[in-house]
């Protein structure tokens, strides 16, 4: 028996936190303008020592305005994700369970595009409607889902995928009537896309939300462990099971809404980076979440230098690469667990 | 009350449960429920009042054919369901007013098999009996695996700590299913259909387990079944329920009167006494050349 230790949870995270480092390092020096690691680590010194104003401009521009802050919004979106890909698996008892497959991410879009609309000068009224759209699709998927007072996996995902395909539908028609306004274009709210950074006003308050999500869901990762047994057998166990459930709904909803209101629809990070990490290092929720949390932004930050990267100067949109990553694995889980 | 004789004389009497000396109560009075589809509507399900006392190392079999009110009454008994009236009360608290936290440390349940979407080793799996115990993350203490493992050597499966769970058979799951609530150290174990899916050996076996258990924990081990013969045998209490009602509570050998069992599970029966003073059922078939 191997259970759980403190020591074992701190040491995968920080070697995790070390190859998330090396991905940085990595899509800071790759891209239509490569740069060396000699020279990388050499400014960074700079700005370490405080001068940062000695840099050369076309340098400063394309680190640390246009790479950096790409990065740092996809460590953000693919912690989101990932965590809350986990936490939906745990809460519908589906290893399927994704923010995307399940239309969340759509709702969520949805939810921003109409707030885009009706206040665009508001920034935070862009998250905050796609929180509401996150919200309304999972509850509305989770009552589509349910036969005979119980949740069935296969219309669970059935209502999931209906649900994405009327909401795209929905943009599509938001996008076509109302073109003319500023709301971003079509590949980003379908597609997801890092190349916008984040309002400077935003900044913080996602950086926060992500924060407080995560650790709310952190805090019931105990509970998931025996919430994914069985409804029952947790509230047996000592699980609040409608407190955690609510805990977790709440929280996953708001991660997935802060990471479609920054960079769009990226689907499939929440299926495989949870997958991913179950396979290294088991299914223990505690260790699950944070190695998600560090496994998603590694996976965002790869897939994003590669969509930049493939056919440069082109970019690709940064779903297209989660997608051909993200299907056959959805595909390959389907078949071996579906009956 | 019953003839505990024949079925404990060869058992071991050790105590590896938490609780200590003082003796364990379990009192049912007058208690009823109602299921109703929403506030306000009309009931669809009833469970009129049904009453009994159990103490420690008994072994109470709530019989009856389905929709009888089985599990209601075993979810009244767990605490997650309060009664519409009378009282449920383990060592005279109220057990729908403990908290899920003390409610798991006292009350253990098994249910019928839930499937595992991301299944843990066996030794995990009953390592989870100690979460009512843990604090915020509830890393496993050298304690708390101790406990899980022992809880595993009590029901003869050692040997599977670290296999995974969906390469065991029935009959070792289940075992490991019994050994997470043994680790959870209750002094009240529930069992709903705990015999369903087990072929006649494997029930014996469980129920001579159960009995064990009582006995060397002493728990009181209620346990659900329509397993008329093998409750027979077993349960020093029976609670015979019909369509809601409770009919009779009593030794097996008070309870086991043919008419009754006829009446309640509509079929012809025959009932006998048994050496032990424990009675016996048959099915009475009556074949055609029989009749003529």
Redesign the interface.
């Known amino acids: 028996?191997?259970?759980?230790?403190?020591r074992r949870l701190v040491w995968t995270c920080a070697i995790l936190a070390l190859v998330l480092l090396a991905c940085v390092v990595l899509a800071l020096k790759l891209g239509a303008v490569p740069i060396s690691v000699t020279d990388l680590v050499w400014n960074l010194g700079r700005i370490a020592i405080g001068q940062s104003d000695q840099l050369p401009t076309d340098y400063r521009l394309i680190v640390f305005e246009l790479r950096l802050p790409r990065i740092l919004l996809g460590i953000l979106v693919g912690a989101a994700l990932s965590v809350a890909g986990a936490g939906f698996?745990a809460l519908l008892?589906?290893?399927l369970a994704d923010p995307f497959v399940l239309g969340v991410s759509s709702g969520a879009a949805v939810g921003a595009i109409i707030a885009l609309i009706a206040a665009p000068s508001m920034v935070l009224v862009t998250p905050l409607g796609a929180f509401v759209g996150a919200i309304a699709t999972i509850t509305a998927v989770y009552y589509l889902g349910r036969r005979d007072g119980q949740l069935d996996s296969a219309t669970l995902l059935l209502g999931g995928v209906i649900a994405a395909s009327f909401l795209s539908a929905v943009i599509w028609f938001l996008m076509t009537t109302l073109a003319s306004r500023d709301l971003r274009g079509m590949p980003f709210w379908m597609m997801g896309d890092l190349s916008t950074p984040l309002p400077s006003g935003l900044r913080w308050i996602f950086t926060v939300g992500l924060l407080a999500g995560i650790g709310a869901i952190y805090t019931t990762?105990?509970d998931l462990?025996?919430l994914?047994?069985?409804e029952?057998?947790a509230?047996?166990?000592?699980?609040?099971v409608t407190r955690v459930k609510l805990v977790v709904y709440v929280s996953a909803s708001l991660l997935t809404a802060l990471a479609v209101s920054a960079s769009g629809a990226i689907g499939y990070v929440g299926l495989l980076v949870p997958h991913a990490v179950?396979w290294l290092f088991g299914?223990?929720y505690?260790l699950l979440i944070p190695a998600s949390a560090l496994g998603g932004a590694i996976a965002v930050v790869l897939a994003d230098t590669l969509a930049r990267t493939v056919v440069a100067p082109t970019e690709l949109p940064v779903g297209a690469m989660t997608a051909i990553a993200g299907a056959p694995l959805f595909i390959y889980l389907l078949r071996r667990?579906m009956p | 009350m019953s003839d505990r004789a024949t079925s404990t004389e060869t058992l071991h009497s050790g105590d590896s449960s938490s609780h200590s000396g003082r003796a364990v109560h379990l009192t049912v009075e007058q208690a009823s429920y109602a299921y109703s589809p929403g506030p306000g509507s009309a009931p669809t399900f009833t469970l009129g009042t049904t009453s009994f006392q159990a103490h420690e190392r008994e072994m109470v079999a709530i019989l009856g054919p389905n929709a009888s009110g089985k599990s209601t009454l075993l979810n009244l008994i767990?605490g997650?369901i309060a009664p519409l009236s009378g009282r449920v009360e383990l060592d005279g608290q109220a057990t729908s007013s403990l908290d899920?936290?003390t409610?798991?440390?006292r009350?253990?349940?098994v249910?019928q098999e839930?499937p595992?979407?991301?299944p843990?080793?066996a030794?995990?799996?009953v390592?989870?009996?100690r979460?009512?115990y843990?604090r915020?993350?509830?890393?496993?203490s050298e304690a708390?695996?101790a406990i899980?493992?022992g809880a595993l050597a009590q029901l003869g499966g050692a040997n599977l700590?670290?296999r995974p769970m969906k390469a065991l058979s029935g009959g070792e799951r289940q075992r490991v299913i019994l050994a997470r609530a043994l680790a959870?150290q209750p002094s009240l174990l529930l069992l709903d259909e705990p015999t369903l899916h087990l072929d006649i050996g494997a029930q014996i076996e469980l129920l001579e387990r159960l009995r064990q258990l009582a006995e060397e924990n002493r728990y009181i081990v209620v346990v659900v079944t329509h397993e008329l013969a093998l409750a027979a045998e077993f349960a020093n209490q029976v609670v015979l329920l019909h369509q809601g009602r409770c009919l009779r509570v009593g030794t097996p050998a008070e309870v086991y009167r043919r008419e009754l069992l006829e009446q309640v599970f509509e079929a012809p029966l025959e009932v006998e006494l048994g050496p032990a003073g424990r009675p016996r059922v048959t099915v009475r078939v009556r074949r055609r050349h029989d009749a003529t």
């Open positions: 028996m191997r259970p759980l230790t403190l698996q008892r589906n290893p990762a105990a462990n025996l994914v047994t069985g029952r057998e509230i047996h166990l000592g699980v609040e179950r299914s223990d505690r667990r | 767990s997650t899920p936290r409610r798991a440390q009350i253990a349940m249910h839930s595992l979407i991301f843990p080793t030794g995990e799996f390592l989870q009996g979460y009512p843990g915020a993350l509830r890393l496993a708390d695996v899980a493992r700590v670290n959870q």
